[in-house]
């Protein structure tokens, strides 16, 4: 083989690793970004749940473990936002997803809070952000199995391996078990 030849397959060879290398970090920058949207997203819902929490106290004596539950696991959230590993993350979310649920749910009791236009602006506030956050999610699962695809897939996963660039800490956002549940129709009907 001529010298010629071993510096236009080094060249190939140079220019496949760079461009899977690229590829690979800018998937994983993707996932960053993605996360940071989701983040956001979560913000906003946390700057909502005092307000609805106020105007609701008025409104709801009895419900007051129920409010003190949502306030702190929305205290705990915030203050695992930039700290907490994905997974920890999903977890408090969920979590914090359930109560709110179940906050709505209590709101059914209280027509006057229901009717109260602040409260009705507030709650339509939280429906969009739910939406939003939603949306962030599947925007970031997406993004996560590109880059899980990337580094499982030959040759991608060569110049993974030899970057150690993993996706260990990079779980999917996933319904709470709570949610996969059936919903029995007959327990709202009694």
């Known amino acids: 083989?001529?010298?010629?030849?071993?510096?236009?397959?080094v060249a190939v060879v140079l220019a496949v690793f760079y461009m899977l290398?690229?590829?690979?970090?800018?998937?994983?920058?993707?996932v960053q970004e993605s996360m940071s949207d989701?983040?956001?997203q979560l913000k906003?819902?946390?700057d909502l749940i005092p307000n609805m929490l106020h105007m609701a106290a008025k409104f709801m004596e009895h419900e007051k473990t129920l409010m003190t539950e949502l306030a702190e696991l929305r205290s705990r959230a915030m203050q695992n936002t930039f700290v907490a590993s994905p997974k920890e993350k999903m977890e408090l979310e969920n979590m914090l997803n359930q109560k709110?649920?179940?906050f709505k749910i209590?709101?059914?009791n209280y027509p006057d809070l229901k009717s109260n236009q602040t409260m009705m602006t507030a709650m339509q506030s939280m429906n969009e952000v739910e939406e939003h956050i939603a949306a962030a999610r599947r925007f970031y699962n997406a993004n996560v199995n590109?880059?899980?695809n990337q580094i499982e897939i030959f040759p991608s996963s060569v110049v993974a391996r030899m970057l150690n660039i993993t996706y260990d800490n990079l779980p999917f956002f996933e319904?709470?078990?709570?949610?996969?549940?059936a919903i029995n129709s007959k327990d709202y009907f009694k």
């Open 1 to 9: 083989m001529s010298s010629q030849t071993i510096v236009i397959i």
């Open 146 to 148: 590109e880059l899980k």
């Open 106 to 108: 209590s709101l059914e």
């Open 38 to 40: 989701v983040d956001v």
């Open 21 to 30: 290398y690229a590829r690979l970090i800018k998937t994983r920058n993707k």
């Open 100 to 102: 709110l649920q179940e």
């Open 44 to 46: 906003k819902r946390y």
């Open 175 to 181: 319904a709470a078990e709570a949610e996969r549940q």
